[in-house]
């Protein structure tokens, strides 16, 4: 499958803020009980900018249609000091496979080098090869709110 797609900023498309935090609150809102859509919400409302982290990135095909989310964060991983990680990364079942996930990490590896940072952070339950792919490392293993994850690090210098 070949989708024709671009990467642009959340804060440029308000309108999918809900759709963002549906797709989120979807995918791991169990790994926060007693969390809520609507706090899911006013988080990511809270990632709309351009300048630093927090900040949430949405892919979009040539409909101008949400074809994915990634999002550059802070404290991923609570008590973990390490900073920033890239975190939500999201295409929706019928985007998926056709490349939009792959430059979602790549997007976000690029903002957080453009903000000067050298190194970005990750954890996942689901897909370490396909961040292994992409030029992660993985830096340990070990259970994180009854889920078995993968942390993995990025050296943004050496892009
Ligand atoms: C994981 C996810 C973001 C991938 O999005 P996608 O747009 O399908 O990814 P891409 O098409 O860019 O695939 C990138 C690479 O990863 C591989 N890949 C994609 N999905 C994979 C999966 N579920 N398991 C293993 N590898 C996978 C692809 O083969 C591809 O490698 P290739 O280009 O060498 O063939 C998407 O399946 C998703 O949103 N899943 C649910 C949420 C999730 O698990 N997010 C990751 C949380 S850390």
Same mark, same amino acid.
């Given at each position: 499958?070949?989708?024709?797609?671009?990467?642009?900023? !959340?804060?440029? &498309?308000?309108?999918?803020?809900?759709?963002?935090?549906?797709?989120?609150?979807?995918?791991?809102?169990?790994?926060?009980?007693?969390?809520?859509?609507?706090?899911?919400?006013?988080?990511?409302?809270?990632?709309?900018?351009?300048?630093? +982290?927090?900040?949430?990135?949405?892919? !979009?095909?040539?409909?101008?249609?949400?074809?994915?989310?990634?999002?550059?964060?802070?404290?991923?991983?609570?008590?973990?000091?390490?900073?920033?990680?890239?975190?939500? +990364?999201?295409?929706?079942? &019928?985007?998926?496979?056709?490349?939009?996930?792959?430059?979602?990490?790549?997007?976000?590896?690029?903002?957080?080098?453009?903000?000067?940072?050298?190194?970005?952070?990750?954890?996942?339950?689901?897909?370490?090869?396909?961040?292994?792919?992409?030029?992660?490392?993985? !830096?340990?293993?070990?259970?994180?709110?009854?889920?078995? +994850?993968? +942390?993995?690090?990025?050296? !943004?210098?050496?892009?």
């Amino acid at each position: 499958m070949h989708i024709d797609f671009s990467i642009v900023p !959340l804060v440029e &498309r308000p309108d999918l803020v809900t759709t963002v935090a549906r797709w989120g609150f979807g995918e791991w809102g169990h790994l926060a009980p007693g969390t809520t859509l609507d706090d899911r919400i006013a988080r990511v409302r809270a990632s709309m900018r351009v300048d630093g +982290v927090p900040m949430i990135v949405v892919a !979009l095909d040539g409909d101008g249609t949400p074809v994915g989310t990634a999002s550059l964060i802070d404290d991923d991983l609570k008590g973990d000091a390490r900073n920033p990680w890239l975190a939500s +990364v999201y295409v929706p079942p &019928r985007a998926r496979r056709g490349g939009v996930g792959a430059r979602l990490v790549r997007a976000v590896e690029r903002l957080a080098a453009g903000f000067g940072y050298e190194r970005i952070y990750l954890f996942t339950a689901s897909v370490p090869a396909l961040y292994a792919r992409l030029g992660w490392q993985t !830096l340990e293993e070990r259970s994180y709110r009854g889920e078995h +994850v993968t +942390v993995m690090s990025r050296d !943004l210098t050496s892009r």
